[in-house]
């Protein structure tokens, strides 16, 4: 069952049993003369009203986004919201001066309700009924997103308890002849229902305030911090290369709507934008179900400080490579920075010397480093010769390999070849669960399995699927 079909069905449900509860309750009310029974039935009768204003709310949102409306429908729920909130507040306008006026009247009649059975019946009857159709409406708004439901759900569950304080109220008015005529005890349960009724009123002037906030900040756009705040640790976890300049999120019904300000690097692709841009959208839709997206990538043409960045920067211009790069405040306040340095395989050190020593000092000087350690390393990013031929079965046995070492079973198996130079690249399928330092190592290892047991195929190299 769709979600709009679930949404009219549960609307539905609520107009028929408000239909049947406001009629029982006015029959009731009447037979009794009970103010808190009528200011029930009163209040049934306008759930009927606000239930029935749901189903056309709800048929409308489900409507898709046209020409005239082009963030969809799903406003029409939260107007309707506030109209139920309204209705409400007349509700308990008309209860609290009723009552206000039983309470100060001088004809005893004012305060005298009749005992019935029917009476218990209807308002056991409405808080069964309430508790089952809240809890139903509930689940249903909550899986749907929808304020129309959630406004009803909340009505219900508020009658809950006004429907409680009206038992009370018939309860003490019903055992008022047990008292002493002109005793405080006898005072108050004659009073019984009239206080009763005032409860419901109060508590249907907490649903007003309630109800009413939450529709007029949703008709107003009023910033959602909580889903802002889910996008933003969303980038950051996901995609923290590229910053979040600005974020603003609105609801229209029951879907959101997202703008964003990212950063990207200047000399960025137009393609490769886009490319960034579908895999946000995709995060944010992802975060907030069914949210749609609106990117706007601004060029970041600040280079960032940080001391990772300056050493790399320094190498450049150095021609060195750099790996391995270490950062250490020690206890006794020197900040020491340790370097792999690449240089070609076949150099002397005597014809690097310098440009060592003056990568060691720029380093120094720009990062205030009270000790710079260096160590050198042979470039190994060539590619070794390799004289035999591979064998027929060359694939399966990497597969096998790959296998037994428990890693996914590969995607692609290719090997390169320039002369006698080869390299065999090796796709598996991704393992997003895996840190970056975990993913290094897996793949360090199965390289290394794969280069000690078939020596002679050439270099590997396995690389998790684009």
Known sequence: MDTDTRKKLAAWSSVIWSAALAATKLIVGVMTGSLGILSEALHSALDLVAAGGTVYAVRISSRPADEDHPYGHGKVENLMALGETLLLLATAVWVIVEAVERLLSNDPAALHVTFSYWAFAVIILSILVDINRARMLKQVARETRSAALEADAAHFTTDIWSSGAVLLGITGAAVAGMTVEGSWLHWLLMRADVFASLVVAFLILHVCKELGTQSINNLMDKANGEAAAQIRQAMVDRMPTYPVSKLRVRESGARYYVEMEVQVPHNLHVDTAHEIADAIEELVSDTLEGAEAFIHMTPATELPETPEFIIRRLALSHRFGVHGLLLLHSDNGHFIVAV???????????????????????????????????????????????????????????????????????????????????????????????????????????????????????????????
């Open 340 to 466: 792999d340095l690449e240089l070609p395989p076949g150099a002397t050190l005597e014809s690097w010397q310098v440009p060592i020593e003056a990568f060691r000092k720029e380093v120094q000087r720009n990062l205030k480093a009270d000790v710079v350690a260096l160590h050198v390393e042979p470039d190994l990013r060539r590619l070794p010769s390799f004289e035999t031929e591979l064998p027929a079965d060359w694939e399966e046995q990497v597969r096998t390999i790959l296998i037994r070492r428990g890693a996914p079973l590969p995607t692609n198996i290719t090997c390169y070849r320039k002369g006698a130079e080869r390299l065999c690249l090796i796709s598996i399928p991704k393992e997003s669960s895996l840190t970056v330092e975990e993913s290094h190592t897996r793949l360090t290892k199965l390289n290394k399995k794969l280069t000690e047991k078939l020596p002679s195929f050439g270099r590997f190299m396995v690389t998790y699927e684009e």
